[in-house]
């Protein structure tokens, strides 16, 4: 039949312009699809919508694929149609008019104004019934190949690694089907053997696998403690730790809302365990902290070398420690009293404490190491070689009387006095030495005499006695008659929390020294005993959670109570989350277990 569309499209002048279309037709096909006869475009056209066509001498339309049209207001699935009955598919509006001689069909065509940009290119996507295919067997063909790529092959592939066999290079990897990449470490250790972690078919990985590898690794409350909570089963280890989870894995879990649900609520979690509640880093939210200690302790008939180092924890506020060193912080820093060995001024924070290889301790201080490079262990200054052994009193007795026997028995030519470094308390107060009489005896008589008083000199006024705790036993053998406490300086006060000392070596605008005694009063310090440890509010001057972080910070003042005299201005203040400080797995217990397999 001979067909004439006539579009009519209302111009921006408000007058009506059409363009006619004439064709040849079977039937007038109306729908979305770029092959129909009137392509309609919008979301509510199918793309085969309906069908008008001729039967003998009447005209009917009809909806394909359960649509609907409305004629002349009302919706129907057919009807017949005559000349001046209104269409209206999808927005669009449609009239039969009386044809021009010639044709047998007109139809004006008004078309929906409101159609969007995305409905055009909706517009020539290709449905499968355009090709060769068929639904079934295109659903047969594709089920067929996910099976055969995400079932059959994969199995393939898994028994052949149980069984120590190579994949044939032909056969796809594993990363085919992988969800998603493995975090930096794992792709390291297991590279394409998924087996190593998915050793059950069809389950996820289990504990027992993690642990092949991560031996050491201790849950957070440990199975003994966890029976005196309230708390669940731990949970699998792959749900906090989730592999496979997009092109930037992270394997350890930040949000502070895990930890923090159980913290907050600690007298209802954790019972008889008396963990103080953490609900944030802010002030009022996170008490105050608390420090690990060693002390010497025995029963009282206990001579010093039986005596035990235990570990307490104690508030920080107001803690010494009870390290059995005689030191002065504020003496050393004095330009005035002390100076470098080459002279060239005040002895500063990083002359004694080296940062370690980790950032976060210290080297541990020494007489070997720190000390002698300003102190020596001379006794006599007519023998400046003549170094006593450090750390060894019976050694340093016998050592002084085998001097002076020598010394009395085969006295030494007279020679040019070398100069020699600093002696403990001898330049400084020269009273403290104990004197001894001109000695008229037999040469043994003098050199015990002289022995038995520099071994005095050397544990009770300068010396030993200097730096160190010294108990006199008064027993008449004067082997026995001293002992030296031993010495143990903390070198990690909070075992369960990480403080990077190397990213708070510059502090807004200090740094160096400046930096260090910011939050370290050493300046002042005038005993050893002294932490010089800020408590929390002195964090609280640079941190806060990522939910109570203000963009301005007020001027800064050092969060020692004892040193205000530093003040600084910092443009921010740094956000903190729990896992900066803390770690889920207790490291102290974790570490203890990596030193014990490592002695087996």
């Known amino acids: ?120 290119e909706a517009a020539f996507r290709t449905d499968l019934e355009r090709t060769w295919l068929s639904k079934r067997s295109t659903s047969w063909i594709l089920t067929l190949l996910a099976l055969l790529l995400g079932l059959a092959i994969p199995l393939l592939t898994i028994s052949w690694q149980r069984h120590g066999l190579v994949t044939p290079a032909a056969l796809p990897a594993d990363a085919l089907w992988s969800s998603g990449p493995l975090s930096p470490a794992h792709a390291h250790a297991a590279g394409s053997q998924c087996i190593l972690c998915h050793q059950q078919l069809f389950v996820h990985v289990q504990d027992s696998a993690c642990l ?62 008396k963990v103080q509640p953490v609900s944030g880093f802010q002030p009022h939210q996170h008490p105050a902290f608390s420090v690990a200690l060693q002390k010497l302790s025995g029963a009282p008939q206990d001579t010093v070398s039986d005596l035990q180092w235990r570990t307490y924890r104690v508030p920080l506020a107001g803690a010494v420690e009870q390290s059995n060193l005689k030191f002065s912080h504020a003496q050393h820093l004095d330009a005035s009293k002390v100076t470098r060995s080459s002279g060239s001024g005040a002895l500063g924070c990083g002359d004694c404490h080296i940062l370690a290889a980790d950032g976060e301790h210290f080297v541990p201080l020494t007489m070997a190491k720190t000390c002698s490079t300003c102190h020596e262990l001379n006794f006599d200054l007519s023998a400046p070689n003549r170094q006593l052994p450090h750390g060894k009193p019976l050694d340093a007795m016998l050592m002084l009387e085998d001097y002076f026997a020598r010394k009395y028995s085969d006295p030494p030519p007279t020679a040019a006095r070398t100069p020699v470094r600093r002696l403990p308390d001898l330049e400084r107060d020269p009273s403290r ?83 260090c005694e910011s939050c370290h009063a050493a300046q002042k310090s005038t005993e050893a005993r002294k932490l010089l440890l800020p408590d929390i509010d002195g964090c609280l001057q640079c941190h806060r959670d990522r939910q109570g972080s203000p963009d301005i910070a007020a001027p800064r003042v050092t ?42």
């Open 1 to 120: 039949m001979e067909v004439l569309l006539r579009y009519v499209r209302q111009a921006s002048s408000g007058v009506a312009d059409f363009v006619d279309t004439a064709l040849v037709a079977d039937e007038i096909t109306i729908g979305s699809a770029a092959e129909s006869t009137l392509q309609l475009l919008g979301r509510a056209v199918a793309s085969r919508h309906a069908v008008i066509q001729r039967s003998g001498s009447e005209l009917r339309i009809a909806g394909r694929h359960g649509n609907r049209v409305t004629v002349n207001g009302q919706q129907c699935a057919s009807r017949t149609l005559a000349v001046g009955d209104q269409i209206e598919v999808g927005g669009h509006r449609l009239r039969l008019f009386a044809p021009p001689s010639g044709f047998d069909v007109a139809v004006e065509v008004r078309p929906d104004t409101g159609v969007a940009a995305s409905d055009f």
């Open 212 to 273: 092949e590898c991560h031996k050491t690794t201790q849950d957070h409350v440990s199975a003994e403690r966890r029976a005196l909570t309230r708390l669940p089963d731990p949970e699998r280890c792959g749900e906090c730790h989730a592999e496979h989870r997009g092109m930037a894995p992270r394997l350890v879990p930040q949000q502070d809302h895990l930890c923090v649900a159980c913290h907050a609520s600690s007298d209802k979690n954790f019972g008889s365990l």
């Open 433 to 515: 030495r104990i004197e001894v009489d001109t000695c008229v005896g037999s040469a043994v008589v003098c050199a015990r005499q002289h022995a038995r008083a520099e071994i005095e000199n050397q544990f009770t006024g300068r010396g030993c006695v200097s730096c160190h705790v010294v108990v006199d036993t008064h027993s008449a053998d004067l082997h026995d008659r001293f002992q030296v406490t031993p010495v143990r300086l903390g070198y990690d006060y909070f075992r369960e929390a990480r403080f990077p000392h190397k990213t708070h070596e510059v502090q807004g605008k200090l740094t160096r020294d400046a930096a």
């Open 559 to 600: 969060g020692s109570p004892s040193n205000v005299d530093a003040v600084r201005e910092l443009p921010k203040i740094v956000p903190l989350q729990c896992i900066s400080c803390h770690a889920y797995h207790p490291m102290a217990i974790m570490a203890a277990a990596r030193g014990a397999e490592k002695n087996e």
